[in-house]
């Protein structure tokens, strides 16, 4: 999303002196305590709900509120009317001082010749420069006309909510209206573009378009009020709100003007994969692999599918073949991964990791033409990495290491610079800690000392000055406890000695390879390269959330600045970049500025004694979290923001991010 003004003139002076709100935002007025996302360019309580039903609304002296927050019914203090009484406030203010814009902040209810929608203008920007102005439309139900079918579960609807976001920002992106002008310099004209939240190959639950209770649909955006220099530029903003927004309210969210079929399809497609997710369990399984399916990707910088004449479609082998009903397509065939152990093997270059990187993201509904249509793993599944450098806190890593180097404690484990087997052992902890059934590893990406031993490095390095337990001793007690594994592996067949299952990928073409593991093991069972059995996996040892950030919660002014700059990097204040590059799993912006906003939740309801989740265990949190999200949407991490562009994080991601901020306090539970 462009800024626009980043790095000219006198408002990026501002915008960096006083954030993205313009001068003062946030400091006036009742003394609350609030969050500041810079990428909106709003504050919101970090308190979250409890705090807007506790205090109200924060305001200023005048009774506005001044910070951008609101709640259900919009702005605290703000205008109503008609549509042409919104084109008489803007060319009242034509030509005065940027702030006037304020005055359109409210509710517009459009005529039926207008759109007949309601245009919410929840939060209008104080400078030209600085992140633009947030607005929604609420659609009636008789207008938006969505068939109830279409809308019956909420797979469905969380389906019609991101075909109707696509839709909405290609009516907007068709007519350029994204596009930014500009011209003759800082005084010149400036501004205009409209932004909709740009969903990649996923299917999420988004903030961008909501079905709400009564069938009306709220679309939300943001639009770059324009200005020449700092004055406003009603005129051309009549335009933008009055003339281009009903006709893409029109074109992208009303249903009569929906190309049905790939509605439907669309539809079908999420509920589709979404019942083989389901149905996963029952049959025994951590991941279904469709025939017909392509795994690879366009590029290493797409997620978009290889073209179909240059890919090669999975099938599966018949002896690991399972047919599944689904509710759309009727019976599908496909690869069944079943608990257990299984091994990925396979020469270089084959396939091996393009099919562990689908079955990563079959955590995840997609859209039409994807290719992983047909892919569907555990949701508990988390991809396991080494990651030299990431910040440990407090984790039990001694089912990995123990026996350290003056005697250091690794039951309560910490450090701000973990070394490859370390964050593999704490990544392994923390992933089990809330609740992670299936692991998913990548021999290229995990610290090889953390994975296996030969004979001859166990005879020179052996007993206690070896402190390192290899992730292969701790496979069959994981199994034992119920976690499933699968494991890419090229390079060590001792991993045959406990495998379920083996795959043998040969040039993209999968094989049953487990009898003759099997066979490969047992010639070598007196080789002496065996390592010694271990019956328990040891201790997970549940740990609490004391604070998201040490610096004390200030009485007035802002709390912490939050800003997502990539998918896997959050800056907050100017104190910390929040590094997620190892969080794979992690597939879409939205994602990553929804943890940022929940960074600023947990800080809020961590920052006095007896808040709700203080001294209560990580997942129980993270439980919390999720049932807030489940009721009232991914809103629920926002506060009273309605911000329109944030996608659903899993937990794990969630956890990730607390578990990687080095501002973060983490004790364990006894």
């Given amino acids: 999303m462009s800024d626009g003004g980043r790095g000219r003139g006198r408002g990026a002076y501002y915008k960096a002196k006083y954030g993205g709100g313009g001068r003062g935002r946030g400091g006036r007025g009742g ?112 207008l938006a006309a969505l068939p109830a079918q ?15 976001t696509r839709s909405f920002g290609a009516a907007v992106a068709a007519s350029g209206g994204d596009i930014r002008q500009q011209s003759g310099g800082w ?43 700092r004055s406003v530029l009603g005129q051309w903003a009549s335009s933008i709100l009055l003339q281009n927004l009903p006709r893409y309210v029109h074109q992208g969210l009303q249903y009569a003007q929906q190309d049905r079929h790939a509605l439907q399809c669309h539809v079908e497609c999420v509920e589709d994969t979404q019942s083989l997710r389901d149905q996963l369990p029952a049959l025994g399984l951590v991941s279904f692999l469709g025939d017909g399916s392509i795994l690879p990707r366009k590029s290493g910088a797409s997620d978009e599918p290889m073209a179909a004449a240059e890919a090669v479609p999975f099938r599966s082998p018949e002896a690991l073949a399972v047919t599944v009903q689904l509710p759309n397509r ?19 270059f084959h396939g091996k990791s393009t099919v562990l990187e689908a079955i990563e993201c079959g955590v995840y509904n997609k859209i039409p033409g994807d290719g992983r249509e047909l892919i569907a793993t555990d949701p508990c599944a988390v991809k396991i990495r080494a990651e030299d450098g990431r910040r440990v806190e407090s984790v039990n890593i001694s089912p990995f290491l123990s026996n350290l180097p003056f005697g250091k404690d690794t039951r309560c484990f910490q450090t701000p610079d973990a070394s ?31 994975m296996t031993r030969d004979a001859r490095m166990l005879e020179l390095v052996s007993g206690n000055r070896e402190p390192i337990t290899p992730f292969i001793c701790k ?17 060590s067949g001792q991993y045959f000695d406990v495998a379920d299952t083996v795959i043998c990928m040969d040039a993209y073409v999968p094989s049953d390879a487990t009898a003759a593991a099997r066979a ?51 800056q907050l204040d100017q104190e910390e970049e929040l590094d997620l590059s190892a969080v794979e799993q992690l597939v879409e912006v939205s994602q990553t500025r929804a943890i940022a906003d929940a960074l600023v939740k947990l800080r809020g309801a961590l920052a006095g004694r007896g808040g709700p989740w203080t001294g209560r265990p990580l997942t129980q949190v993270l439980d919390a979290l999720e ?16 911000p329109g562009n944030l996608a659903r994080p899993r937990r794990f991601e969630l956890a990730a991010a607390v578990n990687r901020l080095r501002t973060a306090q983490l004790r364990q539970l006894a």
């Fill in 31 to 142: 003394g609350g305590r609030v969050g500041f996302r810079e990428e909106e360019g709003s504050l919101y309580s970090s308190q979250g709900q409890g705090r807007q039903q506790a205090g109200g609304e924060q305001q200023d002296a005048g009774g506005a509120s001044d910070d951008g927050g609101y709640g259900a019914e919009g702005p605290a203090s703000s205008s109503t009317g008609s549509g042409s009484d919104l084109a008489a406030a803007l060319q009242r203010i034509d030509g005065r001082g940027y702030k006037a814009y304020k005055d359109i902040e409210g509710r517009w209810q459009m005529a039926a010749q207008q759109g007949g929608y309601c245009l919410c203008v929840d939060w209008v920007q104080g400078d030209p420069f600085a992140s633009p102005s947030k607005c929604r439309v609420v659609l009636p139900a008789a």
């Fill in 420 to 450: 490859g087997s370390t964050s593999q052992a704490a990544n392994i902890q923390e992933a089990l800690e809330v609740g992670a059934s299936t692991l998913l590893i990548d021999e290229d990406k995990v610290a090889s000392n953390a």
């Fill in 627 to 642: 049932a807030e999200m489940d009721e009232r949407g991914v809103d629920a991490l926002a506060g009273r923001a309605k």
């Fill in 330 to 348: 009727g019976a599908v065939r496909g690869l069944g991964i079943r608990r257990g152990i299984t091994l990925v093997v396979g020469g270089g």
């Fill in 150 to 164: 279409l809308v019956c579960s909420r797979t469905r609807r969380t389906a019609v909510c991101d075909y109707l």
């Fill in 520 to 570: 490969i093991s047992a010639r070598h069972a007196g080789t002496g390269d065996r390592l010694p059995r271990h019956e328990t996996y040891g201790d997970i040892t549940p740990r609490t959330l004391a604070s998201v950030h040490p610096r004390p919660v200030s009485a007035h002014g802002r709390d912490l600045r939050v800003k997502t700059r990539t998918l896997h990097c959050i």
């Fill in 187 to 229: 005084q010149g004209e400036k501004g205009g573009e409209m932004s909709v939240d740009k969903p990649g190959q996923h299917v999420l639950e988004r903030t961008s378009v909501l079905i709400l209770a009564d069938g009306s649909v709220e679309a939300r955006f943001t639009v770059a009020l324009p200005a020449r220099g």
């Fill in 475 to 491: 496979l069959p007690p994981l199994a034992a406890l119920g976690v499933s594994c699968i494991l890419v592996i090229g390079g």
